[in-house]
């Protein structure tokens, strides 16, 4: 990749950075609009790219994509088949209630959309439980409702995805964009050594925190985190907290992976966990 | 001549926000954007294939009054053209704009609030950027005062407006459209032909002589365009967020 | 979507609607297709009201309406009318907070002795001089007080006890600064003087006179002190809205304050108050400066959601070879006011040897309008301002 080219509203996208396959058609991510000029010389209207939003222009060239990536922290919107963690409100006969971002509308989770569950055998979830759950719908038009499962809907299973409530542990918040970067590096973590989108704060964490059993974490897109290590028993909290100062270290203050991996050793020094 | 500064997403409960300060005028203007959003209780007003905008400004140091109604339905009317309104998500939601001036001398009653419009006009753009609101295109603004001799001035202070003929806001779209044009005074309409002139040479780097309408960033040579400001302001940002992907690469 | 109700009988009668049921359900359509008449039928565009595009409403000013007034006029443009009451009211310089460190600090008045004594005629520069004053005296006070309300029922969606509509705020602010900026009045006629008897030891019957000719006393004389002001509260009320308020509320404005009479006022030195005579021929009229006429435009254009569509917006070169498409129409009506988006106001003036000067000029909420437009928009004002000048010298 060369320089990445950085597109303001109503640029047009130069010609040249357009993937050249001619195999498959392009797609075409958000951010950008495809727009035609009816061209009076030939009779083929011109087709012109523009960006809608300012973001650094990405093409795939293998799966013939081009994309925009905006500015990463904002609000979660969300959006169909996106993992996230919630948080149960109330329930009622039929749905609990969950808050997935502050102050906006509660979306809906079936008591029945676990895995394996029936009337007898559903999850009783309390007020405050923590669920990871996949944004099921999320309804058309003003005042929608947004639907939560906890099953993959095709298989009636919990994976992929370790789907379902999630006991003990602890939630950090973290922003939206950290949270996309955390599930892609794990969506994505084929090689050992090279590091996925400049994160090695959790292999090296692994690494670090094997003696104490290691740890399980689920991200959700909504910018939330949740940790657990209860077997490292005496040291639950600590390792807990750890992992999360980590987290947090490196979305807050953007570090680059040498300086993810200070921030460990340092964090875990401090914590008297080495 | 000291240039403006601006920064994107400072606020963090905001989808987007920019502060812009323009140490010239004393101007500093901080804006967050909401969108899209839910308005309530007025569903019926809303547009059913557009998205509704909404412009609050608040005074630094008083409450709002009538001047600023006038400033937001300036701000309303003009965004509502650059904003995609009928984009996935948007329409029958809200894109909800406030800007608070932060600094810089407070209006006085039925003084004329043309000086702020471009800090206004910056802070939202950048706010509306770092929101990912679409929009069709930029867009940049500059104040000219034109003296009882004729001269143009740049970007006058607001003790030096008080004493010009007359005063001048324009603002020019990224393709050269005049967007807004905000003239009070006295003047003839060949004075508000120098002005638009000078303005469109502030705003925009001239240099679209690219058929093809791809600006080239190489222009500028002394940097004073407002339009390779904002972009830089953009790109820093960008930049600044996406460190990691663009090092790792 | 392009058949006219002209062609109505054209279409199954089951399925004919009235023209103001499809005015109604489709306004865009309804007003592109009068103004785009099919090429065969060679018929001028027109506007959905009859007007040609650049053709304003009849307009009719009625002077001195409200007797309780010290000036009032009522415009109709069309059907939108305002009616505007000026009530003048004294302010005293004693309640005035920081009257005396104000009349310290600025050398007003030392200035204006200057000139008297240098004995120089009042030139082109010492008028701006006083232009400048009479601006500050009259922000700085708030002499001026205009107010608009959007009276209920003046248009449907107005409803009783409603707080003031962003509109009318919005155009409150407008009309008040462009009161400041064009310095319709003249601080002088606001300003009560008095001049405090020379209570020598020698000469203690003096008159009070300006005593101009004796220049030995002139030099002891005290100077002469504002002791109040009158503030003019001017308040609009638009009682039926029918598009294009600002017109019709400036109008009125202008027509009220040149009707406004102020009765002679004096400071009496014993009751140490501001006395009023009700004799109407001791009122004087205020002299105002030029007449300033707001003309309004909107930019109907042919498809609302061109910016949106999936072509590229041209840039502006291009599109000044294409200016097709839409159509400025001045004085919109409230059909159209809601159908636009882009608009354009200009407040122009004509000075004594007939040059338009520009007062105002307001574009904004689109991109169809640039220099030669409005270069046009302004001849079409200053022919207004023709217009406006017999209906104001009529009433």
Same mark, same amino acid.
């Given at each position: 990749m060369t320089t990445p080219l950085i597109l303001l509203p109503g640029d047009e996208v130069p010609s040249d950075y357009l993937p050249s396959s001619k195999s498959n058609p392009l797609k075409i991510g958000s951010g950008l609009r495809l727009l035609s000029q009816p061209s009076t010389k030939s009779k083929e209207p011109n087709h012109v790219l523009s960006a809608t939003q300012a973001g650094i222009l990405e093409t795939d060239a293998r799966r013939n994509t081009i994309s925009l990536l905006s500015f990463p922290n904002r609000r979660y919107i969300p959006t169909t088949n996106d993992l996230i963690i919630a948080q149960v409100h109330h329930s009622s006969a039929d749905f609990f209630h969950c808050?997935?971002?502050?102050?906006t509308a509660q979306a809906l989770l079936g008591q029945l959309s676990f895995e394996g569950a029936t009337k007898k055998t559903r999850p009783m979830l309390k007020q405050g439980d923590i669920v990871y759950a996949r944004v099921l719908s999320v309804g058309i038009g003003a005042g929608a409702e947004v639907e939560l499962t906890c099953v993959n809907p095709a298989t009636g299973k919990a994976n992929p995805g370790g789907l379902g409530p999630l006991n003990g542990g602890m939630v950090f918040d973290l922003s939206t964009g950290m949270a996309a970067r955390l599930l892609h590096a794990s969506s994505s973590s084929a090689d050992d050594d090279e590091p996925v989108d400049g994160l090695v704060v959790l292999s090296e964490l692994g690494k670090k925190l094997e003696g104490f059993g290691g740890f399980e974490l689920a991200v959700g897109r909504n910018g939330k985190v949740w940790v657990d290590c209860? @077997?490292?028993?005496? @040291?639950a909290i600590k390792v807990t907290i750890a992992i999360g100062r980590c987290l947090q270290g490196t979305d807050e203050h953007n570090l680059n992976p040498a300086d993810q991996k200070k921030l460990v050793t340092r964090t875990l020094r401090d914590m008297k966990l080495v | 001549m000291v240039g403006p500064t601006a920064s994107l997403s400072n606020l963090h409960r905001a989808d987007g926000s920019a502060s812009y300060k323009c140490p010239v005028t004393g101007y500093d203007v901080l804006g967050a954007v909401n969108a899209p959003i839910e308005l309530p209780a007025r569903k019926d007003a809303l547009k059913p294939e557009d998205a509704t905008i909404e412009v609050f400004v608040k005074p630094g140091k008083a409450t709002a009054g009538v001047g600023e109604r006038y400033v937001e339905r300036i701000l309303r009317t003009m965004l509502e053209k650059v904003i995609l309104g009928r984009e996935k998500g948007l329409p029958r939601r809200g894109v909800v704009i406030t800007l608070a001036a932060v600094g810089g001398e407070a209006a006085e009653r039925g003084d004329s609030y043309i000086t702020i419009i471009p800090a206004l006009l910056h802070a939202s753009l950048l706010a509306l950027i770092s929101a990912a609101v679409p929009l069709s295109m930029t867009f940049t603004t500059t104040l000219l005062g034109v003296t009882r001799s004729g001269q143009i001035i740049r970007d006058p202070s607001p003790a030096a407006a008080k004493a010009v003929a007359s005063l001048h806001v324009l603002s020019f779209s990224s393709k050269g459209h005049l967007l807004l044009s905000e003239s009070q005074g006295r003047f003839d309409f060949e004075t508000w032909e120098l002005v638009r002139q000078q303005a469109a040479s502030i705003c925009r780097a001239v240099a679209t002589t690219g058929s093809d309408g791809d600006t080239d960033m190489g222009e500028g040579a002394d940097g004073a365009h407002v339009d390779a400001f904002v972009r830089e302001t953009v790109e820093d940002s960008l930049h600044r967020d996406y460190t990691w992907k663009l090092e790792s690469a | 979507m392009a058949s006219t109700s002209n062609e109505a009988p054209a279409v199954p009668p089951s399925l004919s609607l009235p023209p103001s049921q499809f005015a109604r359900l489709q306004p865009h359509a309804y007003l592109l297709a009068h103004l785009s008449p099919p090429a065969a039928t060679n018929q001028p565009s027109i506007r959905a009201n009859g007007r040609e595009p650049l053709q304003f409403r009849t307009t009719s000013a009625n002077c001195g309406s409200l007797t309780h007034t010290n000036g009032s006029a009522v415009v109709r443009i069309g059907d939108t009318a305002a009616v505007c009451g000026v009530r003048a009211e004294l302010l005293h310089t004693d309640d005035i907070a920081s009257w005396s460190v104000a009349r310290t600090s600025s050398a007003s008045t030392n200035k204006r002795q200057r000139l008297a004594e240098l004995g120089e005629d009042v030139t082109e520069e010492d008028n701006e001089d006083e232009d400048d004053q009479d601006r500050a005296h009259i922000e700085d006070l708030s002499l001026l007080v205009p107010n608009l309300s959007l009276s209920t029922?003046?248009?449907?969606g107005y409803l009783p006890g409603a707080p003031p509509s962003t509109t009318a705020q919005s155009i409150s602010h407008e009309i008040l600064s462009l009161l400041h900026s064009s310095r319709l009045v003249k601080a002088d006629d606001l300003r009560i003087w008095y001049q405090p008897p020379n209570l020598g030891p020698e000469d203690e019957q003096m008159d009070v006179d300006e005593g101009a000719g004796k220049k030995a006393e002139t030099e002891e004389q005290k100077p002469r002190e504002i002791k109040a002001y009158w503030v003019l509260y001017i308040d609009i009320m638009i009682i039926s809205l029918a598009g294009n308020p600002f017109d019709a509320a400036w109008a009125s404005v202008v027509a009220a304050l040149r009707d406004t009479k102020l009765p002679n006022a004096w400071w009496d030195v014993d009751n140490e108050t501001v006395l009023c005579s009700d004799d109407v021929s001791e009122a004087h009229k205020l002299t105002l400066r030029g007449l300033p006429v707001a003309s309004s435009f909107c930019v109907f254009e042919a498809d609302a959601a061109a910016g949106w569509r999936a072509k590229p917006i041209p840039n502006a070169q291009q599109q000044k070879k294409d200016g097709k498409g839409r159509w400025i129409l001045a004085d919109p009506d409230g059909y159209e006011d809601n159908l636009a988006h882009e608009r354009v106001s200009i407040v122009v003036d004509k000075e004594k040897n007939g040059k338009t000067v520009i007062l105002k000029m307001e574009k904004v909420g689109g991109w169809t309008i640039d220099t030669e437009d409005l270069r046009r928009l302004v001849d079409v004002s200053s022919k207004r301002w023709d217009e406006m000048k017999q209906i104001f010298d009529q009433c």
């Amino acid at each position: 990749m060369t320089t990445p080219l950085i597109l303001l509203p109503g640029d047009e996208v130069p010609s040249d950075y357009l993937p050249s396959s001619k195999s498959n058609p392009l797609k075409i991510g958000s951010g950008l609009r495809l727009l035609s000029q009816p061209s009076t010389k030939s009779k083929e209207p011109n087709h012109v790219l523009s960006a809608t939003q300012a973001g650094i222009l990405e093409t795939d060239a293998r799966r013939n994509t081009i994309s925009l990536l905006s500015f990463p922290n904002r609000r979660y919107i969300p959006t169909t088949n996106d993992l996230i963690i919630a948080q149960v409100h109330h329930s009622s006969a039929d749905f609990f209630h969950c808050m997935i971002t502050p102050h906006t509308a509660q979306a809906l989770l079936g008591q029945l959309s676990f895995e394996g569950a029936t009337k007898k055998t559903r999850p009783m979830l309390k007020q405050g439980d923590i669920v990871y759950a996949r944004v099921l719908s999320v309804g058309i038009g003003a005042g929608a409702e947004v639907e939560l499962t906890c099953v993959n809907p095709a298989t009636g299973k919990a994976n992929p995805g370790g789907l379902g409530p999630l006991n003990g542990g602890m939630v950090f918040d973290l922003s939206t964009g950290m949270a996309a970067r955390l599930l892609h590096a794990s969506s994505s973590s084929a090689d050992d050594d090279e590091p996925v989108d400049g994160l090695v704060v959790l292999s090296e964490l692994g690494k670090k925190l094997e003696g104490f059993g290691g740890f399980e974490l689920a991200v959700g897109r909504n910018g939330k985190v949740w940790v657990d290590c209860s @077997n490292a028993e005496e @040291n639950a909290i600590k390792v807990t907290i750890a992992i999360g100062r980590c987290l947090q270290g490196t979305d807050e203050h953007n570090l680059n992976p040498a300086d993810q991996k200070k921030l460990v050793t340092r964090t875990l020094r401090d914590m008297k966990l080495v | 001549m000291v240039g403006p500064t601006a920064s994107l997403s400072n606020l963090h409960r905001a989808d987007g926000s920019a502060s812009y300060k323009c140490p010239v005028t004393g101007y500093d203007v901080l804006g967050a954007v909401n969108a899209p959003i839910e308005l309530p209780a007025r569903k019926d007003a809303l547009k059913p294939e557009d998205a509704t905008i909404e412009v609050f400004v608040k005074p630094g140091k008083a409450t709002a009054g009538v001047g600023e109604r006038y400033v937001e339905r300036i701000l309303r009317t003009m965004l509502e053209k650059v904003i995609l309104g009928r984009e996935k998500g948007l329409p029958r939601r809200g894109v909800v704009i406030t800007l608070a001036a932060v600094g810089g001398e407070a209006a006085e009653r039925g003084d004329s609030y043309i000086t702020i419009i471009p800090a206004l006009l910056h802070a939202s753009l950048l706010a509306l950027i770092s929101a990912a609101v679409p929009l069709s295109m930029t867009f940049t603004t500059t104040l000219l005062g034109v003296t009882r001799s004729g001269q143009i001035i740049r970007d006058p202070s607001p003790a030096a407006a008080k004493a010009v003929a007359s005063l001048h806001v324009l603002s020019f779209s990224s393709k050269g459209h005049l967007l807004l044009s905000e003239s009070q005074g006295r003047f003839d309409f060949e004075t508000w032909e120098l002005v638009r002139q000078q303005a469109a040479s502030i705003c925009r780097a001239v240099a679209t002589t690219g058929s093809d309408g791809d600006t080239d960033m190489g222009e500028g040579a002394d940097g004073a365009h407002v339009d390779a400001f904002v972009r830089e302001t953009v790109e820093d940002s960008l930049h600044r967020d996406y460190t990691w992907k663009l090092e790792s690469a | 979507m392009a058949s006219t109700s002209n062609e109505a009988p054209a279409v199954p009668p089951s399925l004919s609607l009235p023209p103001s049921q499809f005015a109604r359900l489709q306004p865009h359509a309804y007003l592109l297709a009068h103004l785009s008449p099919p090429a065969a039928t060679n018929q001028p565009s027109i506007r959905a009201n009859g007007r040609e595009p650049l053709q304003f409403r009849t307009t009719s000013a009625n002077c001195g309406s409200l007797t309780h007034t010290n000036g009032s006029a009522v415009v109709r443009i069309g059907d939108t009318a305002a009616v505007c009451g000026v009530r003048a009211e004294l302010l005293h310089t004693d309640d005035i907070a920081s009257w005396s460190v104000a009349r310290t600090s600025s050398a007003s008045t030392n200035k204006r002795q200057r000139l008297a004594e240098l004995g120089e005629d009042v030139t082109e520069e010492d008028n701006e001089d006083e232009d400048d004053q009479d601006r500050a005296h009259i922000e700085d006070l708030s002499l001026l007080v205009p107010n608009l309300s959007l009276s209920t029922g003046c248009a449907p969606g107005y409803l009783p006890g409603a707080p003031p509509s962003t509109t009318a705020q919005s155009i409150s602010h407008e009309i008040l600064s462009l009161l400041h900026s064009s310095r319709l009045v003249k601080a002088d006629d606001l300003r009560i003087w008095y001049q405090p008897p020379n209570l020598g030891p020698e000469d203690e019957q003096m008159d009070v006179d300006e005593g101009a000719g004796k220049k030995a006393e002139t030099e002891e004389q005290k100077p002469r002190e504002i002791k109040a002001y009158w503030v003019l509260y001017i308040d609009i009320m638009i009682i039926s809205l029918a598009g294009n308020p600002f017109d019709a509320a400036w109008a009125s404005v202008v027509a009220a304050l040149r009707d406004t009479k102020l009765p002679n006022a004096w400071w009496d030195v014993d009751n140490e108050t501001v006395l009023c005579s009700d004799d109407v021929s001791e009122a004087h009229k205020l002299t105002l400066r030029g007449l300033p006429v707001a003309s309004s435009f909107c930019v109907f254009e042919a498809d609302a959601a061109a910016g949106w569509r999936a072509k590229p917006i041209p840039n502006a070169q291009q599109q000044k070879k294409d200016g097709k498409g839409r159509w400025i129409l001045a004085d919109p009506d409230g059909y159209e006011d809601n159908l636009a988006h882009e608009r354009v106001s200009i407040v122009v003036d004509k000075e004594k040897n007939g040059k338009t000067v520009i007062l105002k000029m307001e574009k904004v909420g689109g991109w169809t309008i640039d220099t030669e437009d409005l270069r046009r928009l302004v001849d079409v004002s200053s022919k207004r301002w023709d217009e406006m000048k017999q209906i104001f010298d009529q009433c």
